[in-house]
Nanobody, 119 residues
Framework: QVQLDESGGGSVQAGGSLTLSCAAS????????MGWFRQAPGKEREFVAS????????LYTDSVKGRFTISRDKAKNTVYLQMNSLKPEDTAVYYC????????????WGQGTQVNVFP
């Protein structure tokens, strides 16, 4: 069973940076896509970024392109989300997620980590 443990959330002023980490365990992740999602108060959970564990190919939602970078460290089985130039609208609970390459939906989720960005 896949286990995902996020860390690195916190509070920061607009324009600042945070790095989220997601420690993954329970599987060999070579055939997985790892993703970051977020949910702001009163809003639906939305996709932020994903990375193919094997190839490193990444995708981003438009609102974070150029500001966020997703990466993975195969040796540490950890996925990162480097967030720069943070904006108040980035405030949300951020979730790490995983799915197999050949499935459509992310089906393993972490507990979430809170990110607060103050003006």
């Amino acid at each position: 069973q896949v286990q995902l443990d996020e860390s690195g959330g916190g509070s920061v002023q607009a324009g600042g940076s945070l790095t989220l980490s997601c420690a993954a365990s329970g599987r060999t992740f070579s055939s997985y896509i790892m993703g970051w999602f977020r949910q702001a108060p009163g809003k639906e959970r939305e996709f932020v970024a994903s990375i193919n564990w094997s190839s490193g190919s990444a995708l981003y939602t438009d609102s974070v392109k150029g500001r966020f970078t997703i990466s993975r460290d195969k040796a540490k089985n950890t996925v990162y989300l480097q967030m720069n130039s943070l904006k108040p609208e980035d405030t949300a609970v951020y979730y790490c997620a995983a799915r197999r390459v050949f499935t459509a939906n992310f089906d393993s989720w972490g507990q979430g980590t809170q990110v607060n960005v103050f003006p």
